[in-house]
């Protein structure tokens, strides 16, 4: 069971589509992140977002859109995306968002597939 | 740009031997954090190593940080089917974002009954 909760879990989307990614969780984490996962290859940061606030953008095309409404929620709205964009995106949060020695506690991902 | 490199990218082993992932990076970390990912699964953390030198034990896995602070190993004795997984090491920088992980290339490994 994972603490960091991430809808949907699976989403199939065509290249005119708009479509979200939403993340939530409870454990009061102020940072909370954006990776994105090809198969058989390392999480790569896309965000970070400390105290609701962008602080990290790893240079991502802008039909990424993130967005951090509240300090438990994290969304990533996406747009006219391109097939080499089907990955695993996974959220993730940390407790502190100003200190490096926090673990970062992953959701299970949302796997995207663009026809 | 930085980068995490980790030998080898894949490891098989008979269940009950011992296993050993490194990671190497060409600059000095802040601190070094490893995670366990298994089969369509997400990265969960297992540790993190901070001084120089520093070695800590969770049952059947030792940790080791190098003592510039560039490498790290994870070491698993007597391997269970249940170690089966990518380990991925992830690194922070010095003079980086206190939150940026770089996520090292990750070894696969599988565990024969």
């Known amino acids: 069971d994972t603490e960091v909760t991430q809808t949907p879990k699976h989403l199939v989307m065509g290249m005119t589509n708009k479509k979200s990614l939403k993340c939530e969780q409870h454990?009061?984490?102020?940072?909370m992140y954006w990776y994105k996962q090809k198969a058989k290859k390392p999480p790569e940061l896309m965000f970070v977002?400390?105290?609701?606030?962008?602080?990290i953008n790893e240079s991502v095309p802008s039909r990424f859109s993130p967005e951090c409404p509240n300090s438990s929620l994290l969304n990533l709205h996406l747009h006219a995306l391109q097939p080499e964009d089907s990955a695993l995106y996974l959220c993730?949060?940390?407790?502190?968002?100003?200190?490096?020695?926090?673990?970062?506690?992953f959701g299970d991902g949302t796997r995207l597939s663009i026809l | 740009g930085q980068q995490v490199m980790q030998i080898p990218q894949y490891q098989h082993v008979q269940e009950g031997e011992d296993f050993t992932t490194y990671c190497n990076s060409s600059t000095t970390l802040s601190n070094i954090q490893w995670y366990k990912q298994r089969p369509g699964g997400h990265p969960v953390f297992l540790i993190q190593l901070v001084k120089s030198g520093e070695v800590k034990k969770q049952k059947r896995l030792t940790f080791q940080f190098g003592e510039a602070k560039k490498n790290s190993s994870l070491h698993i004795t007597a391997t269970q089917t249940t170690d089966v997984g990518t380990y991925f090491c992830a690194g922070v920088y010095y003079g980086g974002a206190t939150n940026k992980l770089i996520f090292g290339t990750g070894t696969l490994l599988a565990v024969q009954p």
């Open positions: 454990m009061g984490h102020r940072a």
């Open positions: 993730a949060s940390s407790q502190g968002a100003g200190n490096s020695n926090q673990p970062q506690h």
């Open positions: 977002y400390s105290y609701e606030k962008l602080s």
